[in-house]
C-alpha cells in the first residue's frame, strides 16, 4: 500500500478531537455554480484550548516520574481550564504548573466529545522547578490552496482535509482562526520517498476568516470580493468523474493560480465522508520540472474536467509523488451545507 501524507505546511508554533458531523445525505451538485481557486493563502489557527501532543517522563532527582500520565492524561486531551479558568496558550498552563507550589491542579479536559476533570500534581524535577511532564500544542500556522468560493452563501473551501496535529494527526479543535494572503516565493522539489514543499510568506491582507475545520477540508467567512475575477464553474457529480484528461489549477509562484495538465487514473469510493476518492496524477510537464508532482501546500488545489469542477488534492503519494488522492468537489460543498 502506498504511503500518504496530508498536504498543509504547519509550522510549529510552540510545543504542546473535534470532528464535525457529515450530512447524512449527499447533496446534488446539479446545477451549482462556484467561483474557481487555485490561489495560495496563510493560516494563523490558534486551538479552542490545549492539545495534549506527548506525555514524557523526567528525573525528580531520585526516579523518573510523569505526573500527568499518573494522573490518567492522555494524548489527543484538549484541556479546556485550569482550576476553573479557561486557558488559552502554553504560557497558561506552564504558569500554573511553576507557581502551584506542589498543590494539587483541577484540569477540564474534552476527550472523544466529553468533558471530564483529572486532577494533576506537579512535581519538581532535578532542577526544582515544577513541571508535569506533558508536552502541550496551542496553534498553528501554514500554507494551503483555496478550492472554490461560493458566492451565493458566502463561503469559501480550501484544502480539502482538517487542519491536523503534526505529531499525534488529530483533527485541531478550532478556536479562532485567520486567512491572509500568501505569496509562494520558491518551491522544494518532490522526489519519491520524501515530499517537496511550497515556500512562501503571508501578506498584511487578511481574506477570510476560518469557521469550521473539518475531514473534508476548511470553510470560512471571506472578505468581499475574495474570488469575485475568477472563474465560475459549476460543480460535477461524482457519478461525473471518470478516468481521463484532467486540469488542476494550483499557484507554484507569486499570488495567481496557472492550470496545468493531469489524468484521473482511477476512482476509489463514492464515500460521502472521504477525502479520497479518486486519484490524480501530474502529467504537465513544467510542474513535474519545477515541483517533482504534488508537494505539500497544493493541498486543495481544484480539478477541472470535461469543464466542471469535480474536486480537489488532498494527499500525495510519497512513493510516487507524481500522483495523489483527491476529494468529490461534491462532497467538499454537501459537508458545508
Given at each position: 500500500?502506498?504511503?500518504?501524507?496530508?498536504?498543509?505546511?504547519?509550522?510549529?508554533c510552540a510545543l504542546f478531537l473535534i470532528t464535525a458531523s457529515v450530512s447524512?445525505?449527499?447533496?446534488?451538485?446539479?446545477?451549482?455554480?462556484?467561483?474557481?481557486?487555485?490561489?495560495?493563502?496563510?493560516?494563523?489557527?490558534?486551538?479552542?484550548?490545549?492539545?495534549?501532543?506527548?506525555?514524557?517522563?523526567?528525573?525528580?532527582?531520585?526516579?523518573?516520574?510523569?505526573?500527568?500520565?499518573?494522573?490518567?492524561?492522555?494524548?489527543?486531551?484538549?484541556?479546556?481550564?485550569?482550576?476553573?479558568?479557561?486557558?488559552?496558550?502554553?504560557?497558561?498552563?506552564?504558569?500554573?504548573?511553576?507557581?502551584?507550589?506542589?498543590?494539587?491542579?483541577?484540569?477540564?479536559?474534552?476527550?472523544?466529545?466529553?468533558?471530564?476533570?483529572?486532577?494533576?500534581?506537579?512535581?519538581?524535577?532535578?532542577?526544582?522547578?515544577?513541571?508535569?511532564?506533558?508536552?502541550?500544542?496551542?496553534?498553528?500556522?501554514?500554507?494551503?490552496?483555496?478550492?472554490?468560493?461560493?458566492?451565493?452563501?458566502?463561503?469559501?473551501?480550501?484544502?480539502?482535509?482538517?487542519i491536523c496535529d503534526n505529531d499525534t494527526s488529530a483533527l485541531l479543535p478550532?478556536?479562532?482562526?485567520?486567512?491572509?494572503?500568501?505569496?509562494?516565493?520558491?518551491?522544494?522539489?518532490?522526489?519519491?520517498?520524501?515530499?517537496?514543499?511550497?515556500?512562501?510568506?503571508?501578506?498584511?491582507?487578511?481574506?477570510?476568516?476560518?469557521?469550521?475545520?473539518?475531514?473534508?477540508?476548511?470553510?470560512?467567512?471571506?472578505?468581499?470580493?475574495?474570488?469575485?475575477?475568477?472563474?465560475?464553474?459549476?460543480?460535477?457529480?461524482?457519478?461525473?468523474?471518470?478516468?481521463?484528461?484532467?486540469?488542476?489549477?494550483?499557484?507554484?509562484?507569486?499570488?495567481?493560480?496557472?492550470?496545468?495538465?493531469?489524468?484521473?487514473?482511477?476512482?476509489?469510493?463514492?464515500?460521502?465522508?472521504?477525502?479520497?476518492?479518486?486519484?490524480?496524477?501530474?502529467?504537465?510537464?513544467?510542474?513535474?520540472?519545477?515541483?517533482?508532482?504534488?508537494?505539500?501546500?497544493?493541498?486543495?488545489?481544484?480539478?477541472?474536467?470535461?469543464?466542471?469542477?469535480?474536486?480537489?488534492?488532498?494527499?500525495?503519494?510519497?512513493?510516487?509523488?507524481?500522483?495523489?488522492?483527491?476529494?468529490?468537489?461534491?462532497?467538499?460543498?454537501?459537508?458545508?451545507?
Open positions: 500500500m502506498k504511503k500518504i501524507v496530508n498536504i498543509i505546511t504547519v509550522a510549529v447524512a445525505g449527499t447533496v446534488s451538485a446539479e446545477g451549482k455554480s462556484v467561483y474557481l481557486g487555485g490561489q495560495p493563502f496563510g493560516v494563523r489557527f490558534y486551538n479552542d484550548g490545549l492539545i495534549v501532543v506527548e506525555l514524557e517522563e523526567f528525573f525528580d532527582g531520585t526516579q523518573n516520574v510523569c505526573p500527568a500520565k499518573k494522573a490518567g492524561l492522555k494524548v489527543n486531551d484538549i484541556i479546556k481550564e485550569v482550576n476553573r479558568i479557561p486557558v488559552r496558550t502554553n504560557e497558561d498552563l506552564q504558569n500554573a504548573a511553576v507557581n502551584c507550589e506542589g498543590k494539587p491542579i483541577s484540569f477540564i479536559i474534552e476527550r472523544d466529545g466529553d468533558r471530564k476533570e483529572i486532577v494533576i500534581t506537579p512535581q519538581k524535577n532535578n532542577m526544582g522547578v515544577y513541571l508535569l511532564g506533558a508536552w502541550i500544542r496551542d496553534s498553528c500556522a501554514g500554507i494551503g490552496t483555496i478550492s472554490f468560493y461560493d458566492k451565493d452563501k458566502n463561503y469559501f473551501a480550501a484544502l480539502g482535509h482538517g478550532l478556536g479562532s482562526a485567520e486567512i491572509v494572503k500568501a505569496n509562494i516565493s520558491s518551491v522544494t522539489k518532490s522526489v519519491d520517498g520524501k515530499a517537496g514543499s511550497l515556500n512562501g510568506y503571508f501578506g498584511d491582507e487578511t481574506i477570510g476568516t476560518l469557521t469550521e475545520n473539518t475531514p473534508l477540508g476548511i470553510y470560512g467567512e471571506p472578505n468581499s470580493g475574495m474570488l469575485d475575477s475568477s472563474k465560475e464553474i459549476e460543480i460535477a457529480d461524482y457519478s461525473e468523474i471518470e478516468k481521463g484528461e484532467a486540469e488542476i489549477y494550483t499557484t507554484i509562484d507569486g499570488e495567481n493560480a496557472a492550470c496545468y495538465t493531469a489524468e484521473i487514473t482511477k476512482l476509489c469510493n463514492a464515500d460521502e465522508s472521504s477525502n479520497e476518492n479518486f486519484v490524480i496524477k501530474i502529467t504537465d510537464k513544467s510542474l513535474l520540472d519545477n515541483c517533482g508532482g504534488i508537494v505539500q501546500g497544493m493541498s486543495g488545489s481544484p480539478i477541472v474536467q470535461n469543464g466542471k469542477l469535480v474536486g480537489a488534492i488532498t494527499h500525495v503519494f510519497i512513493n510516487n509523488t507524481a500522483e495523489g488522492y483527491g476529494i468529490a468537489a461534491q462532497f467538499m460543498a454537501s459537508n458545508y451545507e
